[in-house]
């Protein structure tokens, strides 16, 4: 204890309360894993094991569960990466030639303009979500593939342009000086200087946004009626209601098997890109 | 594409100087909106997608609220008689009962929990755990989130559910309910879920707000004897308050308009045990395709939102930015 109080410049709690800290925290990260515990115990488990043992580890795991449940939600994942992929690629794009233009070029009415962007991130979708079905439907876009990718690439770039402009701001002058000298034009300076040194706050752009559309769910909810073109979570949502399926998809493993491979995307993507993630939350020090 | 420097107004500095100098008289004229035309030209995508999918729908929303309108068939005015229709339906106190406790909830749930558990993280010493913690509190998130309300759902089974067989295991046979599937508990089941709240953004942002307070403020503090709890309660509160205007304003708008889980969990009921405004919304589009009367309510859940959203704006105010770094 004595020794510890040296080790710390500023009297902070002691070494005991530290410990209680440590446990504190791991049983609340503890209890917060629990579901995600339960899931994947449950997702080796076959129909009787799933009905008699949910409990217990049942040995030997039922791989075979995963096989299953690919067969049912393959499509529905390639489906929903498909749509993100060319949504986020959209939304870069986008977010990083506004970004650019609201940080780095002077014209009239620049801030007028970029407000006019971020008040939208005000406007709850709750106001637009009926009329959006409606101008869908009325530009025949229902029941397409770009019903999904559009709204993102329209939408996306709000908080994008937000966050590009914030990030392409530091990054300095004299880079821009310098290239302008050797005769650089916008589409240069854009593409040469300042998406090499933005892709920091592209990566942490990247994770919301493929977080946001992974976990889509009430828009392709009605405007997709054709399962061949449904997401992921649409998808799991009509198997849990479907209990006579050929493979007891609904009652037992496999219906678990593949929440957990729904989960895997976006566990390989805070693997990739976690860490520009965490920073980009912690380091921002975003408030209001 | 270089051949363009010339008109680029950003492009030589004695470009922008010139700029600068014509500012006063010349700053809103035709010349120069014609010496920027390419930041023009590169937003143009960006707004002509904005104005047809983002500007227009909540716009056409506004103005149907007000309307009969159906697809395929021609709208027609009837003034506030879709609000009136809201407002005198039976269930409509009920709905807004549960939207009141759902927010209260919400309130605790997206403000109080990442806090806690931001200060648990903030007051660990060594850096290499801390770092540890902060990538552990993201976990959850890493499950879809219509995977986690579905776990729930199955949770909360009455005969196969992990909840009941622990109370059942417990002896506590009596207290295995259909958390789901009762009156006066499935609104409560549906809060419940997520348990412990622990949410891993929330928590990252405390945790950027407190990293940012000043090491001269705390040892100024540690000299006059206020740590641990005292600290928390008189230094390290005052100075989140941005971080928790910003959570508190997303706790509201979620509690608002979220029905997301409810559509899941019990679509309302039993009964309209578990009915919000948001799901009525959907619902008389979807199902009873009244367009014009579903547009009614998600502007007044807009309304309330808004309201809320600037009560918090008023209500809260950050402390003092120079105690900051």
Same mark, same amino acid.
Request: charged share 10%.
């Given at each position: ?46 129909? %009787?094991q799933y009905r008699w043992e949910r409990w217990s580890l049942s040995l ?110 530091? &990054? ?24 090499? %040194? ?6 942490? %752009? ?61 566990? &390989?993507?805070? &693997? ?17 | ?11 030589? =500095? ?22 920027? !035309? ?113 776990? !729930?759902?199955?949770?909360?089974? =009455? ?15 009596q207290f295995a309910l259909n958390w789901l599937g ?135 105010? =950050? ?7």
């Open positions: 204890m004595t020794t510890d109080l040296k080790r710390s410049p500023n009297r902070r709690p002691l070494q005991m309360s530290q410990l209680g800290l440590h446990l504190l925290i791991a049983f609340l990260l503890l209890l917060s894993l629990i579901p995600t515990v339960i899931m994947i115990n449950l997702s080796f488990k076959n129909g %009787l030997p795991l039922r791989g075979s569960n995963y096989l299953s449940a690919w067969d049912v939600i393959d499509a529905y994942m390639i489906n929903t990466v498909l749509v993100a992929m060319v949504g986020l690629a959209g939304v870069l794009i986008l977010s990083l030639i506004g970004g650019y233009v609201f940080a780095r070029m002077r014209f009239p009415l620049r801030e007028p303009l970029y407000y006019a962007i971020i008040a939208l991130l005000m406007v709850p979708w709750v106001l637009s979500f009926i009329p959006a079905y409606m101008l869908y439907n009325n530009l025949g876009l229902l029941n397409t593939r770009w019903a999904l990718i559009i709204p993102n690439v329209a939408g996306g770039p709000i908080f994008g342009i937000f966050l590009m402009r914030a990030f392409i701001t530091g &990054i300095p002058e004299e880079l821009y000086e310098s290239a302008r000298c050797d005769g650089a034009g916008a589409w240069s300076l854009i593409w040469r200087i300042t998406f090499p %040194l933005s892709l920091p706050g592209l990566a942490t %752009l990247s994770v919301l946004n493929f977080v946001a559309e992974w976990n889509s769910f009430l828009w392709p909810l009605v405007t997709i009626s054709d399962m061949s073109k449904q997401v992921i979570s649409v998808g799991l949502f009509r198997l849990s209601r479907t209990t006579n399926d050929s493979v007891d998809f609904g009652s037992g493993g496999p219906l678990f098997a593949g929440y957990v491979l729904a989960s895997i995307p976006l566990v &390989i993507l805070f &693997i990739v890109l976690g860490k520009f993630y965490v920073e980009g939350l912690v380091e921002s020090g975003i408030k209001m | 594409m270089s051949s363009a420097q010339s008109t680029q107004t950003d492009s030589a =500095p004695s470009g922008r100087i010139l700029w600068r100098r014509m500012r006063p008289t010349t700053s809103l004229s035709w010349r120069a909106f014609r010496r920027s !035309w390419q930041a023009y030209a590169l937003l143009s995508p960006i707004f002509a997608l904005l104005i047809v999918f983002v500007y227009y729908p909540p716009i056409l929303g506004l103005i149907r609220a007000f309307f009969r309108w159906r697809p395929g068939v021609p709208a027609t005015f009837v003034g506030l008689d879709n609000f009136v229709t809201y407002f005198t339906y039976a269930e409509t106190p009920h709905e807004l009962v549960n939207i009141v406790k759902l927010l209260v909830f919400g309130l605790f749930a997206g403000i109080v929990m990442p806090f806690i558990m931001a200060e648990l993280i903030f007051f660990v010493r060594s850096p290499a755990l801390k770092e540890l913690y902060r990538l552990l509190v993201i976990i959850p998130m890493l499950v879809p989130g219509i995977v986690t309300v579905l776990l !729930w759902q199955k949770l909360y089974d =009455p005969y196969l559910g992990p909840i009941n067989d622990m109370l059942r295991a417990m002896g506590l046979e009762e009156h006066r508990i499935a609104i409560y089941a549906i809060m419940f879920v997520g348990f412990p709240w622990v949410w891993g953004v929330g928590t990252l942002i405390y945790l950027g707000g407190l990293g940012q307070i000043s090491e001269s403020v705390y040892e100024a503090a540690a000299l006059d004897g206020c740590t641990g709890v005292g600290r928390v309660m008189r230094i390290d509160i005052p100075l989140v308050l941005g971080q928790v205007r910003l959570l508190a304003i997303l706790a509201i708008i979620n509690a608002i308009t979220a029905f997301q889980n409810i559509l899941v969990l019990t679509d309302g009921g039993p009964g309209f045990s578990t009915m919000v405004p948001g799901l009525t919304m959907f619902h008389s589009a979807f199902r009873a395709q009244k367009f014009g009367y579903s547009s009614a309510i998600g502007l007044l859940l807009f309304i309330i939102a808004m309201s809320g959203t600037l009560i918090i704006n008023r209500g809260i105010r =950050p402390a003092n930015e120079e105690l900051r770094q």
